[in-house]
């Protein structure tokens, strides 16, 4: 059975302070890891897709990377805005749809 | 005007009352879906749709339904609702599983 454990579940920070986010996973083969960002209110926004271990992705002050077993979501020098829910995604091989761990709660102090 | 479009953003009804979600999208995707929100449980699937005469029943679709109007279209019915379908749903699109979902911002169910 596909499962998605994301932590820690909360995680309040600094504004400058650097920390990184995990999403550990099990899956029968792995097709895609996505990582999305989501607001208070509004729907999840797409940040990344990784494919095989080894993978890196960045887009501003956020670096994702993949291994075998886990995911992390590296914020360097975040920023206030960067407060929202992250949220991890799997999607199995021969799978039609992405599930998805229960996300951990940034909040970036300024 | 957003890409996918969700209506009602909230709306309060009764136990055992039949209410519509609807989603509209303007993306030009063939896939949509039907997600539900709880808090501590994450994103769950309830149902999907890859073309206009395909519908596919996810992990929790139990107590509701769906329709694919057009490929733009996909509405999600609760035909008896209940209090513990109180929840945030999303609707969502992709084109192929590389890019990714698009969510629609999200209908607040209340049920009372």
């Known amino acids: 059975e596909d499962q998605v454990t994301q932590s820690p579940e909360a995680l309040r920070l600094q504004e400058g302070e650097s920390s990184s986010l995990n999403c550990s996973y099990t899956?029968?083969?792995?097709?895609?890891l996505f990582w999305y960002r989501q607001d208070p209110g509004k729907g999840p926004e797409f940040l990344f897709t990784?494919?095989?271990a080894g993978e890196e992705k960045e887009k501003e002050r956020l670096k994702a990377t993949l291994t075998k077993k886990e995911s992390f979501l590296h914020i360097t020098a975040p920023k206030p805005e960067d407060s929202a829910t992250y949220l991890c995604?799997?999607?199995?091989?021969?799978?039609?749809?992405?599930?998805f761990g229960t996300g951990t709660r940034l909040t970036v102090i300024p | 005007d957003a890409d996918v479009t969700q209506t009602p953003r909230n709306r309060i009804t009764k136990t055992g009352k039949r209410i519509m979600l609807e989603c509209s999208q303007t993306?030009?995707?063939?896939?949509m879906y039907w997600y539900r929100q709880d808090p501590g449980l994450g994103l769950r699937l309830i149902y999907y749709?890859?073309?206009?005469?395909?519908?596919n029943k996810g992990e929790i679709s139990d107590g509701y339904s769906v329709s694919r109007q057009a490929q733009a279209k996909f509405s999600l019915s609760l035909e008896s609702a209940i209090p513990n379908q109180t929840a945030l749903y999303f609707c969502?699109?992709?084109?192929?599983?590389?890019?990714?979902?698009?969510f629609g911002s999200g209908t607040r169910l209340t049920v009372v």
């Open positions: 969502a699109t992709s084109d192929q599983y590389r890019d990714g979902y698009t």
């Open positions: 899956v029968s083969g792995l097709r895609g």
């Open positions: 990784l494919y095989s």
């Open positions: 995604a799997v999607q199995a091989s021969g799978a039609n749809n992405l599930f």
């Open positions: 993306k030009g995707h063939d896939r």
């Open positions: 749709s890859f073309d206009v005469k395909d519908i």
